[in-house]
């Protein structure tokens, strides 16, 4: 029955992406226009992940979402995240490698939808792209979400955690949103399969941009959301073996 289930969730988004990406070119043309298309896209995957697969969600710390534009700082271990952070936050735009931006139908609408796309294999290129494009995004309107580690990692795993989102949030003078998932758990990266289960996302208080330097405004980050990742870790089929 779990394969069934994935197989229609699967045919579904073929199904739907080329015709929502045709109505996205039109809509581009109107602000945010693309961006609404693309949540819209969005929110219908992570209600068939709800419904016909079983995969759902609970948030902690809701109340902590500020009521203005900000950068949300998230771990990153699963696709899950950019679906369901479009349902949980405000409208916003994520930070991406841009070898996305090939991808047929998928990563010309990251593109249509300004995300932001940098060169990860070029330093000092990538945080000129991140500031850049940053800083039009904000003067937008939209918030900014960044995965601080870079990449998708396994449940239980911590990853280096880059200093690019503490940087734009002293720059663009817009504040950090920790968040923790566990979402490795139940949607394994790269896998064809997401299981059933209850997925937990927290999100943290605001880490205010004036409130140090970039290093410790991101290490302020690091460990509240790695604190958090204890606490939620162990939920899932695919979690991480503790140690005895």
Not at 40 to 56: D, P, S, T
Not at 116 to 145: P, V
Not at 191 to 210: H, M, R
Request: with cysteine.
């Amino acid at each position: 029955m779990l394969y069934i289930r994935n197989l229609i969730y699967w045919l579904v988004l073929v199904l739907i992406t080329p015709p929502m990406f045709t109505l996205i070119i039109p809509i581009a043309l109107i602000p945010k226009g693309a961006n609404h298309v693309g949540r819209a896209w969005a929110l219908i995957l992570v209600w068939m992940l709800k419904h016909i697969i079983g995969l759902k969600y609970r948030v902690v710390g809701a109340e902590n979402i500020p009521d203005r534009p900000s950068i949300v700082c998230s771990k990153h271990q699963s696709g899950w995240e950019t679906l369901a952070f479009q349902e949980i936050f405000p409208l916003h735009v994520f930070v991406a490698k841009k070898e996305l931006f090939k991808l047929p139908f998928f990563g010309w609408g990251l593109k249509l939808a300004k995300t932001i796309g940098i060169d990860r294999k070029n330093r000092a290129q990538a945080n000129r792209q991140l500031l850049e494009q940053g800083m039009a995004r904000k003067k937008e309107g939209f918030w900014i979400t960044i995965f601080p580690e870079g990449t998708r990692l396994p449940p239980g795993t911590r990853g280096k955690y880059k200093l690019g989102g503490a940087r734009m949030a002293q720059m663009f003078e817009m504040d950090l949103v920790p968040v923790a998932l566990n979402s490795g758990e139940f949607w394994p990266r790269n896998s064809f399969l997401k299981y059933p289960g209850e997925i937990t996302v927290v999100i943290g208080k605001p880490v205010a941009y004036d409130s140090g330097t970039a290093e410790e405004l991101m290490k302020q980050c690091e460990n509240w959301i790695e604190s958090q990742q204890e606490k939620i870790d162990g939920a899932g089929p695919f979690a991480a073996k503790k140690a005895v």
